[in-house]
């Protein structure tokens, strides 16, 4: 703005002209310490004038690794998008992709590295309770178990202490520098111990070495005896999970993505998400990358957006979808059963498939050891090898899925609520995930009917005169939905209880999570609203989401 009016004005004509700008009932001193630093620090730039001929640089790095689709995707397509040659390209480099389908896990190839300053863990303050993993947004600081083995083989300056509980083991906490944004709720969550914190936030420069060290950990197999020893079920232990959902381009701090990246730990892969238009459609699937990865297996979370107004129904078809594709294999297998062609050991497989069908997570190891006993029976050319044959031909629909919904208030609250309540007294087993930001904070912050009242936001300048919609107790008066209210930074342990209850529960579930957004223009929100100390006030106030102010430690 100085810079402005100098372009325009002489330079003692532009700092008269600002500070009058700055009326003294406004003005505080900072402001008149910025204009005076203002006009005294101008220093001139001098440019090299061979930069005139300046060509462009045609070097680029090209992306590697083991899953071939995903890499040509990167270097075909995602480069020269992001390298703004879009135009560019021809048809063809599109005709794998023409069906409207992407590889996951393209999102870890950009490495925005926009942040000023970066966690770095201090091991010797850490108690180990992964309350920064389960906070972080975008899945840039993780923990990890690993064995001697592996610590030897580790960058040398990677640090790491004894894992409690597993001695035999090593803990590390690792951050992908490049991948973060800087937010510093990790660091602001981190209880540390006798009073010092395990994560400070240093400026990016002092943290790029770091960046091996992250990738490094990423690469190593998740250990089975950690997740043996640390339940998805607990909040530490649901941070050794693999995040489905990373280094995603939302907003640093941003609460949605720090709830779909729990549910991705919990159901990545086994999980089918129709996604309404807003927020989580532009972190979520912003051409040309997309921040929902695969496992080692290559099983990840199955995206799709839709429209606005119809979310819920264009989820209600990927359920009715997959039940009915599933109930016609279900036909088979139980043929297959009753034909006394199997053996024993097949016969027990179908069994425990059928015991388990509509439990997504059981279900799937259930799948995986019948479809090895039917290849056996498919050679067979019998009724029961026909059978088979015809089961194993659509075998990625045999498993139970774990069907999700997710979007904002202004989906479900009101242009999508009459397909939400629709498909909520259906009766079918879907989960729905409401990001309660309050307004609408896709296009802005506008006012809508998840706005407290009193709230002020664009179109409520003076306060919004009515309450807000209360969506949870209009599905619960249907007497078998399942509806919780959430707020990750005030409770972690009820904001993940409440997501597996609402998973395993066969039948509708909505989970309403309260979203600190950027549009809400409190200073500091992004940090302090998913802080536990705020969020509690916000609760224990009845949801009027009045922020306390702090009182600074003498």
């Not at 010797?124 to 840039?140: D, G, K």
């Not at 927020?279 to 979520?284: A, K, R, V, Y």
């Not at 309050?438 to 407290?452: D, I, L, M, R, W």
């Amino acid at each position: 703005f100085f810079f402005f009016f100098f372009f325009f004005f002489k330079q003692k004509t532009a700092y008269e002209m600002l500070r009058s700008l700055v009326g003294s009932e406004m003005c505080i001193r900072d402001s008149y310490e910025a204009i005076d630093r203002g006009a005294q620090d101008v220093k001139k730039v001098e440019i090299p004038s061979e930069w005139k001929n300046a060509g462009e640089d045609e070097s680029k790095a090209q992306a590697s690794g083991d899953n071939k689709c995903l890499v040509d995707y990167v270097n075909n397509v995602l480069k020269p998008v992001n390298a703004y040659k879009g135009n560019d390209l021809p048809v063809s480099a599109f005709l794998n992709y023409a069906d409207g389908a992407v590889p996951n896990g393209s999102a870890a190839y950009e490495k925005r590295g926009i942040a000023v300053d970066v966690p770095e863990w201090k091991p010797e303050n850490c108690i180990q309770c992964n309350f920064c993993s389960f906070v972080c947004p975008h899945a840039v600081i993780r923990s990890f178990g690993i064995n001697d083995e592996e610590a030897q083989n580790a960058p040398a300056e990677l640090k790491y202490i004894n894992m409690t509980g597993l001695p035999e083991m090593k803990f590390a906490i690792a951050v992908s520098t490049l991948d973060c944004t800087g937010c510093g709720a990790c660091a602001m969550i981190c209880p540390g111990k006798k009073g010092e914190k395990a994560l400070v936030m240093s400026p990016i420069d002092t943290q790029m070495k770091k960046q091996v060290e992250f990738d490094y950990l990423r690469t190593l197999p998740i250990k089975e005896e950690v997740l043996n020893k640390f339940r998805d079920t607990t909040v530490k232990g649901s941070q050794f999970r693999q995040p489905l959902l990373e280094f995603s381009g939302a907003c640093g701090g941003c609460a949605e993505t720090t709830y779909a990246k729990l549910i991705t730990q919990l159901y990545g892969n086994r999980m089918y998400l129709a996604n309404a238009t807003g927020c989580s459609s532009i972190w979520g699937g912003s051409a040309p990358s997309t921040p929902y990865a695969a496992d080692e297996n290559g099983h990840g979370v199955a995206w799709a957006n839709s429209l606005f107004e119809d979310n819920a129904e264009f989820g209600l078809g990927m359920a009715l979808a997959q039940k009915a594709n599933r109930d016609r294999l279900k036909s088979y297998v139980e043929k297959i059963l009753d034909s006394g062609e199997a053996s024993e050991d097949t016969c027990e497989s179908i069994k425990n498939y059928l015991n388990t069908f509509n439990d997504s997570k059981l279900n799937k190891k259930a799948t995986e050891d019948m479809v090895k006993k039917l290849e056996k029976v498919a050679e067979c050319e019998c009724e029961g090898g026909e059978l088979a044959r015809k089961t194993l031909k659509n075998k990625d629909m045999l498993s139970k899925k774990s069907i999700w919904m997710m979007g904002g208030d202004g989906w479900s609250y009101d242009i999508g609520y009459g397909g939400l309540d629709h498909v909520l007294a259906s009766g079918e087993d879907v989960n729905v995930f409401v990001f309660d930001t309050e307004v609408y904070s896709n296009t802005g912050g506008q006012s809508s009917k998840a706005s407290p009242m009193g709230s002020v936001a664009q179109f409520a300048a003076k306060g919004k005169a009515l309450k807000k919609k209360d969506l949870g107790a209009m599905a619960r008066n249907y007497g078998y939905v399942y509806v919780a209210q959430v707020a990750i930074g005030a409770d972690f342990n009820q904001c993940l209880k409440a997501i597996i209850e609402a998973e395993s529960y066969n039948g509708p579930s909505l989970i309403i999570g309260y979203s600190p957004c950027i549009n809400h223009g409190i200073k500091g929100c992004l940090l302090y609203t998913s802080d536990a100390a705020d969020e509690e006030d916000s609760v224990d106030l009845g949801g009027r989401r009045i922020i306390k102010k702090k009182k600074k430690k003498k």
